[in-house]
């Protein structure tokens, strides 16, 4: 009897289990792995838009190795990434820290901190780019004004992906800043408290409790950084238009001028999926990295 009520109790689980993650598994299949495959095909015709050409099996493929536009637009989104990615998680945690520092000694005041070093990330990216834009004008932006110059930072080479990057941080570092806080208010009161009975302080007790504390949301935050690092492209979009002479112009960029410009909706998917696994794998190698140094 005890066999069978424990079979019968299992079985009851399973189902339970397998009804919660139906819904899941519906959205998944239908919102990710069909699109992904119907992708994948695309990928493997010459079509438009409007219509599914012949089969042409790699020759999208081949294609892509020896195009120079699509290389072009995966070194400045390398280049992008590069800006961002280390810059967002320090800063974050950074922000994270004072947050926290200031809890501590004002209390719920450290709320309005929190709210206000977070508030530009609820902005719609529309705004965002609006507000850098209005910041960095040549003749009346503040920015400009400041540093006592007039120069045109969406029209310089040099600048014009840099300042993205800069807007990107300001825009975005919030959501790093509350994976670092939830990450500290983990972290035992207990430890802070007998480190200070024996005489730790400052610098020591980051080292030697925080930041251990602290490295697997850091890995974290590093991955998922780097993939929305990689798939920019409103920002740079609607900030530079890819320019000046194509420096902003992203893999993403490049993929939708393919598809929507040129109608080439076949090479367009092919860009996508090889930017996909490209995305994909780095992902997945900075994960292991990561890991292997904690």
């Not at 599914?52 to 536009?69: K, R």
């Not at 194509?246 to 993929?255: E, F, G, I, K, S």
């Amino acid at each position: 009897m005890k066999g069978r009520t424990r079979g019968t109790g299992s079985r009851s689980e399973t189902l339970s289990a397998t009804l919660l993650l139906l819904p899941f598994m519906a959205a998944f299949v239908l919102f990710f792995l069909l699109p992904a495959l119907q992708t994948l095909y695309l990928s493997l015709t010459e079509s438009s838009l409007t219509r599914t050409s012949a089969f042409v099996g790699l020759a999208n493929y081949a294609t892509l190795v020896e195009d120079p536009s699509f290389w072009s637009s995966l070194g400045n989104t390398f280049y992008f990434s590069l800006l961002t990615v280390i810059p967002l998680t320090a800063l974050g945690l950074v922000m994270a820290l004072l947050v926290d520092h200031f809890t501590a000694r004002h209390g719920a005041a450290g709320s309005w901190l929190q709210g206000a070093f977070f508030l530009p990330y609820v902005l719609p990216i529309s705004v965002m780019t609006l507000i850098a834009d209005w910041m960095l004008q040549p003749s009346s932006g503040i920015v400009n004004h400041l540093l006592g110059v007039q120069r045109s930072w969406f029209s310089d080479v040099r600048w014009a992906m840099p300042v993205v990057a800069i807007a990107t941080i300001w825009w975005t570092v919030g959501f790093n800043m509350l994976m670092f806080i939830a990450g500290l208010r983990n972290i035992p009161r207990e430890q802070y408290e007998a480190a200070a009975l024996d005489g730790a302080r400052g610098f020591a007790v980051f080292r030697h409790i925080t930041w251990p504390a602290l490295k697997p949301v850091t890995v974290t935050a590093l991955v998922l950084q780097l993939i929305a690092s990689l798939k920019v492209f409103g920002q740079t979009y609607i900030m530079t238009t890819g320019g000046p002479f194509n420096t902003t112009r992203v893999t993403l960029h490049y993929m939708y001028e393919t598809a929507f410009t040129q109608s080439d909706a076949g090479y367009a998917a092919a860009v996508a999926m090889a930017f996909m696994f490209i995305v994909v794998a780095l992902g997945l190698l900075q994960a292991l990295v990561l890991r292997k140094k904690k």
